[in-house]
Structures are given as structure tokens and as C-alpha cells.
């Protein structure tokens, strides 16, 4: 994964990167910011693809309706922020792109320490629990364990669920529409492990391989999740 890089920097190569993939030039992009009221000069256009600033969450709506509008396709905050590397958000907060790209694409806004950078996750790894729990929106302890549904006991299991998290977590969160530490307590409460080593164990245990095969136990368990979450 590339160094870290300020997030201005990234937002004004991708917007760049849009706008001369379609072969738009900044004075087209100049007139094009008219038609959404904020009038940017070709200079104005400049600096934003240059980076020089770090953009607000307002200038980053701007940029992705005037790219729209001028390309005719559609942007999204997340194709703005969007990073192999870590981003310099500010001095304290240094989170790798993919993590940012979630957030910006509506996901929770809640990370695991394996999202920062190595410099500021080293400093992550001596947290405590608590700071954890509070870091991912709940007061404490015993109010997350209430609202998961799990003995505040289990808040350490959770968390390593969410530090481990894969793509088919991400995938089966979002398909249930809630956020990773809620998923990780929901297939805490079902099979005390995730649903990435839970599929294994039934292939296994059914002696199932190939993507089909895998797909249909993931199916299962995503029903059993979703029951499990309306209880």
C-alpha cells in the first residue's frame, strides 16, 4: 500500500483524472460550475486538482455535481476520495483510502484499528476496550453490549470479529444494512464466530467446494443473520 497522502491531494488527482478521461478541459469545467451557482474561475479549477487545500464536505458535493454535469455520468463522493494508500485527514487521523471510500459511500462511520495508518494504528494497539467502544459510537460498555444484544463480556470477541472483518463481512453487512460491529455481534450470538469462518465449517462439515457450493451456504447464512437480527 502507497505512503499516506493529504486528502486534498487525492480528491484533486481524481477529479482530474474524471474530468480528462472525458476529455473536458477546466474551462469547460469553469462554465459547467455555473449551472450549480458556484461560478469557480479556470485558477479556482486549478487549485482544487491541485490539492493545495483541503476540501470541505460542501466543496466535495460541488466538485461531484459539476464533474457530473460536465461529463454526464455520475460521481460519487466515493469515486472522489477514492486511494490505494492512507489518507492524511488530519493530523490525528490517518485512514487507509479503502476505509474512507466506505464512509464516503454511506457505510458506518466506525474503523478498525487494521484501517489506520501503521504509524497511528501502533498507537491504535494501546487502546483500551473502552476507547474502542467509544470510538465506534457507544457511551460504554454496558450500553453496547444492551443494544447488540451481548454480554459486555463479549465486547472483546466483537472486536477482534471487526479487526478481522473480510470482504464477505463488508458484502453481508451491507446486504443487511448494518454495520460491521452490528454484524459482528449478531454472528457472535448465532455461532460465536464470523460468518467468513462459519461458511468454512459447514463446507468443510459437508465436505461442499466450488463457488456454487460456497454461494449456497452463504445464502443460508445470511437468512439466518437476517432472522436473527429481526428478533
Known amino acids: 500500500m502507497e505512503s499516506t497522502q493529504d486528502l486534498g491531494r487525492v480528491v484533486g488527482a481524481n477529479a482530474k483524472r474524471i474530468r480528462t478521461a472525458h476529455g473536458v478541459t477546466m474551462e469547460e469545467m ?20 491541485k490539492g493545495t487545500r483541503v476540501p470541505t464536505v460542501a466543496t466535495l458535493i460541488e466538485l461531484a455535481l459539476v464533474l457530473a454535469r460536465v461529463t454526464d455520468t455520475e460521481v460519487t463522493l466515493g ?10 485527514l488530519t493530523d490525528a487521523l490517518r485512514v487507509s483510502g479503502e476505509a474512507t471510500e466506505r464512509v464516503f459511500r454511506g457505510g458506518p462511520v466506525a474503523f478498525a484499528p487494521a484501517d489506520f495508518a501503521p504509524d497511528f494504528s501502533s498507537h491504535e494497539s494501546e487502546w483500551t476496550e473502552t476507547d474502542w467502544v467509544r ?11 444492551q443494544e447488540l444484544g451481548i454480554d459486555p463480556n463479549d465486547i472483546q470477541q466483537v472486536w477482534q470479529l471487526v479487526d478481522l472483518a473480510t ?48 454461494g449456497n451456504v452463504t445464502k443460508e447464512l445470511v437468512a439466518e443473520l437476517r432472522q436473527e437480527a429481526q428478533r
Open 30 to 49: 469553469s462554465s459547467a460550475s455555473r449551472g450549480v451557482g458556484v461560478r469557480w474561475t479556470v485558477q479556482r479549477v486549478a487549485g482544487l486538482e
Open 79 to 88: 469515486d472522489l476520495v477514492a486511494h490505494d494508500g492512507y489518507l492524511h
Open 135 to 145: 470510538s465506534v459510537g457507544y457511551a460504554d460498555r454496558e450500553q453496547m453490549g
Open 167 to 214: 470482504s464477505l463481512d463488508q458484502r453481508t453487512a451491507k446486504n443487511l444494512g448494518v454495520d460491521l460491529v452490528q454484524l459482528a455481534a449478531l454472528s457472535l450470538r448465532l455461532w460465536g464466530r464470523s460468518i467468513s469462518d462459519e461458511r468454512t465449517a459447514r463446507a468443510q462439515e459437508r465436505g461442499v467446494e466450488g463457488v456454487n457450493a460456497l
